[in-house]
């Protein structure tokens, strides 16, 4: 089978690469003036029909704690918070990047991925939760786009893709293992790429790109174990599937360095489980 | 009423009650026209089985039907084979089993 080694190379020549909406920059520039009101932000927001539509399903959703009482942008940073309401964006822009996603690799379903993805997503956003972390709507975002690297090879590299997930799945491996035997790059490169050419935090960047193997040198390390471990819980409890049916190991100094040992594992998969369900209705807006 | 599991949805059937997950918010409520897509997307988040309209009452006993706890052991047993023998996961595998096992009954 002949494998292209080459994606690192060519990955920077593709003009298509998917982009966020130009209005999440405007946004973050309105948030680094504290003057902005909330009127600002809206306007801003509203400028782009689609995302509007898709920002007001989200902060309607049962996740956000407002189920169908939040009518206008404004209203959701009165009710949210610039904060929240700005990763609502966030999120809502991605799913709006990757809407049309419309190859077909046999052994692939693009749902299940979505379905692994937002599942992670509010997996990260229980756990930080639980820890007291103040910054659980990174988290979410963290694990939502962790394996976004794997969505670029599918679209681009579709031969590539589905040679790792032939291999994968038939010597019962991870993905990431058969990137690692297959490409010259893996999704979680790929992914810190793409993170990085939408000027996302580099934090998020950082998470993306260490998913697997969290370590304490790296930026952003306590969130990126809290992504690490949702990626292996919600893959024990059968949410969707990111192209392999395998659990990786958890790494021993992020269960040491989030406290795991101390805590009751069943609780936290109660907590999650509620979380992920009332994330489901995120499938819709891809 | 029947129950059916959800790899047994066709397009047109009418949902009969309102589909909850496990920790009961509803995902989808009675009345809804399914189809084998949603059907598939219900799988993904964990449900096993819907009721429909329109089809002769299924038996009780079949109601109360659950994971059975062995399929369960078997699945993760599987899923977890390369990593078990490692303290962490061992734990994870048990906490995950006991968890699914209460969530199913």
Known sequence: MEINKNIQQSLLNISSLPTLPTVIESITRLLQNPKTSAEEIGKAITTDQALTAKVLKLVNSAFYGFPGRISTITHAIVILGFSTVKNIVLTASIFEAFKSSDNAVCGFDLEQFWTHSIACGAASHALARIMGNKEKEECFIGGLIHDIGKLILYKYYPEEFSSVLTYANTEDILFYEGEKKFLDITHEEIGSYIAQRWKLPSKLQSSVKNHHNPLPVYDNYINTGIVHCADIFVRALDYGNGGDKKIPLLSENVWTDLELENRSLVSIFDTIQDEVEKATEFIYLI | ?105
């Open chain 2, 1 to 105: 009423m029947k129950k059916i599991p959800v790899e047994k949805i066709e397009s047109g059937m009418i949902l009969g009650r309102n589909v909850c997950g496990p920790s009961g918010s509803t995902l989808l409520i009675k009345g809804v026209c399914l189809t084998t897509a949603l059907g598939r997307r219900l799988k993904n988040w964990g449900i096993t089985s819907i009721y429909i309209e329109g089809e002769e009452d299924t038996p009780l006993e079949v109601y109360t039907s659950s994971i059975s706890a062995n399929k369960l052991k078997e699945h993760l047993t599987q899923k977890f084979s390369r990593v078990i023998h490692n303290v962490v996961m061992k734990k994870i595998f048990s906490a995950v089993y006991q968890h699914r096992l209460q969530k199913s009954k």
